[in-house]
């Protein structure tokens, strides 16, 4: 994940930890406890898409580049070795 990725990831995070905690500890307004949980689930979203476009860049990074491949001997079809 790329630095602002990751900062943009733990700062979303952090808030939707804050939102969480207010929720189950605190006596809040409905329409405030409306307000944060469409907070909640907007942060919710937003990490989820970060966390799959890290996974899409650890997948792409981990797939055989043409030089990964072992090398074989063009005439006979089989490896050097």
């Known amino acids: 994940m790329a630095t602002n990725a990751a900062g943009e990831f ?3 995070l952090g808030r939707l930890e804050e939102i969480v905690t207010k929720l189950e500890r605190e006596t809040v ?3 405030e406890s409306v ?3 469409n907070e909640g689930k ?7 898409a970060l966390l799959k476009a890290a996974q899409s860049s650890i997948e792409a990074a981990a797939e055989p580049g ?3 491949a072992p090398a074989e001997n ?3 079809g ?3 070795f």
């Open 10 to 12: 733990e700062k979303a």
């Open 29 to 31: 307004a409905l329409d």
């Open 35 to 37: 307000a944060l949980f």
């Open 42 to 48: 907007q942060l919710a979203r937003t990490c989820e």
């Open 66 to 68: 043409p030089g990964d």
């Open 74 to 76: 063009s005439a006979s």
């Open 78 to 80: 089989k490896l050097p």
